[in-house]
């Protein structure tokens, strides 16, 4: 069973910095799997925020870019998305995802989400 367990999240002012952390509790697929950054904001779609390899490749949204990194520690089955540079529209409600291939297909799993919001 996956187990995705998000933290760090909080109210900040514009320009300031967060750090969110991603537990995945199992550790049995964390080594081997796709990490990722979603965020939703009130309103809108959740979209794709950050995404790291197994090997340690990323991938940001256009928007974030140069103020956001994504990043992993294996040996402790963690997942981190350091936000700088904050901007309002950043506020949304961030999840942790991985996609885990079953013999019926692609599984997404979410952790239950952490808040971040940013204040003018």
């Known amino acids: 069973q996956v187990q995705l367990v998000e933290s760090g999240g909080g109210l900040v002012q514009a320009g300031g910095s967060l750090r969110l952390s991603c537990a995945e509790a199992s550790g049995r697929i964390f080594s081997i799997n796709a990490m ?13 925020v950050a995404a790291i390899s197994s090997g340690g490749r990323t991938n ?40 885990v291939w079953t013999s019926t297909g692609w599984v997404d799993y979410w952790g239950q989400g952490t808040q971040v919001t940013v204040s003018l």
């Open 60 to 99: 940001y949204a256009e928007s974030v870019k140069a103020r956001f990194t994504i990043s992993r520690d294996t040996t402790k089955n963690m997942v981190y998305l350091q936000l700088n540079n904050l901007k309002p529209e950043d506020t949304a409600v961030y999840y942790c995802n991985t996609k």
């Open 36 to 48: 990722n950054w979603y965020r939703q904001a009130p309103g809108k779609q959740r979209e794709l």
